[in-house]
């Protein structure tokens, strides 16, 4: 956009505050890559089609499917209300105003020519005659003083009251509610900054009037970013994290909620409390967040208002994993020398499922201040009923290092702890091994 960059660039070297020597030397690195690419010989695609032949294809759409799959990262399930039984279910309602959405699944920066299934079409679909799905929106993904209504908020319109009426009688006359929240493209993204974390509009109110029924809900969330979801965590039963699946999310959610798909999806970021904490993060400083809790005559302990609401890490299974036997050699090295962890992982439940096995390291003592653990590694492993599998990893003098006063790279002797687990707060077992 010439207003957001070339007038201001013209401006600055008029003023003598840029020079062009600078401009050159950018225009050439840029000049540089297309050249190498080939780009100057051949300016124009020769057979534009020949796009066709390996864009789309079954193999890349197979592909985005276990993708789409393996990003499912369940966030409750009491009662293993979780998989679904049709023949105990069949009569379901889909609410929720991205049960029908689809723009989060295609992109605004090119074409697209996938037809999108939604999680509405996805479930329906999936049950097929073996049972009965009816849907109702029950409000709008934002209202309409939003977002003015994160910091005041408003009443309901008669029109938001009778869409949620509708939800509600709906799920009068159904065994299970799977209520599909969130955000949508307009909402999260680039420049799209927001005041709060909630579920924007009036999706809370709409989760607690079918809360308020009796009937089990499920929330699926697709969303971009972390949300603040207290009062759902507390409430629901079941919650389903699907972030902005793609074009065939409808199929995906589906087979995740009957149980045909386990999720073994885990956090790749911290989901605060409440928009206070943030910067909510990992890796962290000693001391640096509202997670961790404080000691000593002055000290107010760790509470429910501290901590994440979901750790890094973080996610949960529709079978249970145990870990044993963890190896760490050798116990003593040189400052140059690779180290080796084994663990054992059992399935200890009774559907095959994914485990996310996850490697933290502690540096006992520094020189300077490092973060409190380290990921240095992670395996997602497939097991079956019973089965065992070891994972190994490999740490390296680079997953040891820490930048000194001087700023160097250094790996300081001293203790180091191994730390293995399912998630950032959920560590299994421990280790040390010396540096010399």
Known sequence: MPQTYIMPLRELIAEGKLSMKT????????????????????????????????????????????LNRESMVLLKNDNHLLPLDIKKTPRILVTGPLAEETNYAISRYGPSHNPVTTVLK??????????????????????????????????????EQIEINNAVN?????????????????????SLSRTGLGLPGRQLKLIQALQATGKPVIMVMINGQPLTINWENRYVPAILEAWFPGPESGKVIAETLFGDYNPGGKLPITFPKTVGQIELNFPFKPASQASQPTSGPNG???????????????GLSYTTFEYKNLQVTPDKANNQADINVSVDITNTGKLKGDEVVQLYLKDKVSSVTTYEFDLRGFDRVKLAPGETKTVKFTLHPDDLALLDKNMNWTVEPGAFEVMIGSSSEDIRLKKEFVIQ
């Open 170 to 190: 709906q799920a009068k006359n159904v065994d299970v509610i799977v209520a599909v929240v969130g955000e949508d493209a307009k909402r999260v993204g680039e």
């Open 23 to 66: 401009i050159d030397e950018r225009v050439g690195d840029v000049l540089r890559v297309k050249f190498k690419l080939g780009l100057f010989d051949n300016p124009y695609v020769s057979d534009p089609k020949a796009a066709d032949k390996i864009v789309h294809t079954a193999a890349s759409t197979a592909m985005g499917l276990e």
């Open 300 to 314: 107010y302990g760790k509470t429910s208002v501290n901590g994440a609401l979901y750790p890094f890490g973080y």
């Open 122 to 159: 996805g479930i329906q679909d999936y049950v097929g005659d073996k049972g009965l799905v009816v849907g109702a929106k029950g409000c709008d993904i934002i209202d309409a003083t939003w977002p003015e209504s994160e910091i005041i908020e408003t009443p309901l319109t008669d029109k």
